[in-house]
């Protein structure tokens, strides 16, 4: 079956690409297409200037570009038609291409094809999925890494060794009443262990890429007047909290969602902790505290530019079981502050009303979070399906290393890490059934 989309987004802008892929691709641009040669008789990776013409009448002129089999994306037969950025003309270069006997391509079909014709694994399409949604540099190189396929060599590589241990020990447990040598278990401890290693290793990808895809919950905290407000409305690009010379004046949690790099901070800005009697303030007070105990980044806000007070004092014990990072404000006027107090690694100096020092807080956020994610060592963050694949296998090679410690028989060994092998190749698509693929590829978009 041939199938056609419109791949681009379905708005009016400078270019659409209708995408057509299958054995019938050739003929119906054929049909459809008057340019200097037949479609049919370019050869793949050349394009060419030409008309789209409907019952004789020119609909656009666009660029037509061929690829082909087994060399495209699919693996099939594919046209790419790059017309101008119209949504009415795009349909209707996608209608002529259906009345020709196309049919319109369900969401993610193109990447199923290509699942299908093996020219991507599973994990290597959920590359593409992430490469779509990536909102920052991190999730980018992360995508591409998993694109490429460095989660899939990985997992094999993984599975691999899975497979040697269990030949080793079935060769022995399947005949053990012949006379061949006992299975050499002198490494199974050792080896076992490594793998689990790894798959621990994988899966610590999966709390990483949620910091990344999901956001950190972020409290601002510090005593009244040391510019919390003005670092929130600083981060955010725009007045938002009330600044004033009074302290004690920012009485509600506010809650913002800010971009710091490539990370994505759900601000609060609380009230400033400090023992107050004003019932109003009390509550802002309650609020900023329950705040700073379910947040999992706090940005800790001191007055450069005054002596460290008994509150600071106190601040800086709250906080110490936190991740978090010293902000150390009002860099532009004299300092005051003994910094020799503060021993801790992350901390900055900053004006919160220039912005000077900020720009370092993306590269400390990470540090914090231990995220790499540099283009020479790509981390991969994976997805819930990844991680739940992996925590399987990673169940079952525990299963298997606490079965052969307690001496019962290798057996039991063997079945655990058949078990695991399944989790993984249903990862890499490998055995995966085919509501799994279908899940899947039913989250892309209609023309990926
Ligand atoms: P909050 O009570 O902690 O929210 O403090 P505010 O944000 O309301 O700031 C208190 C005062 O400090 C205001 O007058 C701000 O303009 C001032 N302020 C805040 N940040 C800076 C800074 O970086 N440099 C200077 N010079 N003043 C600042």
């Known amino acids: 079956m041939t199938i056609a989309a419109i791949s681009t987004p379905v708005y009016p802008g400078g270019l659409s690409v209708i995408r057509m892929s299958g054995e019938e691709s050739l003929r119906i641009a054929d049909n459809i297409f008057v340019g200097r040669t037949a479609p049919s008789s370019m050869s793949g990776y050349t394009c060419q200037y030409g008309k789209i013409v409907r019952q004789g009448r020119t609909l656009d002129d666009v660029i037509l570009t061929v690829f ?6 699919t693996g099939e037969d594919t046209v790419e038609i790059s017309c101008h950025g119209g949504v ?18 369900p969401a993610g079909e193109f990447t199923k094809r290509a699942f299908l014709a093996g020219k991507l694994s599973l994990t290597q399409a959920e590359g593409v999925l992430d490469i779509i949604s990536a909102n920052g540099e991190r999730e980018l190189v992360s995508a591409r890494a998993m694109r490429e396929g460095n989660l899939s060599k990985n ?33 199974l401890d050792g080896d076992l262990s490594e793998i689990i ?47 004033t010379e009074s302290a004690g004046t920012t009485r509600d949690v506010i809650e913002e969602s800010v971009r710091v790099g490539d990370f994505v901070l759900r ?53 110490k079981n936190k991740p978090h990072i010293l902000l150390l404000n009002k860099s532009d006027l004299p300092e005051k502050l003994d910094e020799e107090y503060f021993s801790e690694e992350y901390i900055l100096s900053v004006s919160a009303n220039t ?55 290798l057996d039991a ?20 059934t085919e509501a799994v693929v279908n899940n899947l590829f039913e989250r892309f978009c209609v023309g990926k």
């Open 88 to 105: 009415y003309l795009a349909r209707e270069v996608l209608k002529l291409l259906i009345e020709q006997g196309a049919e319109p391509a």
């Open 267 to 319: 601000l609060s800005d609380t009230a400033g902790i400090r023992d107050t009697v004003d019932p109003i303030e009390c509550i802002g007070v309650d609020l900023a505290t329950q705040k700073l105990e379910n947040s999992e980044l706090v940005l800790a806000v001191f007055d450069s530019s005054e002596e460290l007070t008994d509150t600071d004092r106190e601040i800086l014990e709250k906080i």
């Open 155 to 187: 997992i094999h590589s993984v599975a691999e060794d899975m497979v040697k241990i269990s030949g080793n020990l079935a060769a022995w447990s399947d005949y053990p009443d012949e006379d061949i040598p006992d299975a050499d278990t002198s490494h």
């Open 68 to 73: 082909r089999s087994p060399h495209s994306y």
């Open 355 to 409: 912005g000077e020092g900020l720009e370092k807080l993306p590269e400390m956020i990470a540090s914090l979070f231990k995220l790499g994610g540099s283009s020479d060592n790509a981390e991969i963050y994976i997805n819930e399906r990844q991680r739940s694949q992996v925590s399987k296998a990673l169940g079952f090679v525990k299963n298997a290393l606490a079965e052969y410690r307690s001496g019962i028989t």
């Open 197 to 243: 290693n790894r798959l621990e290793e994988i899966l610590s990808g999966y709390d990483k890429g949620k910091i990344l895809r999901q956001g950190i919950d972020t409290a601002i905290v510090g005593r009244p007047n040391v510019g919390k407000s003005t670092l929130m409305n600083q981060l955010l690009g725009y007045r938002r909290s009330i600044v």
């Open 413 to 432: 060994v063997t079945v655990c890490l058949d078990e695991a092998l399944n989790a993984l190749l249903e990862l890499t698509g490998e055995r995966a």
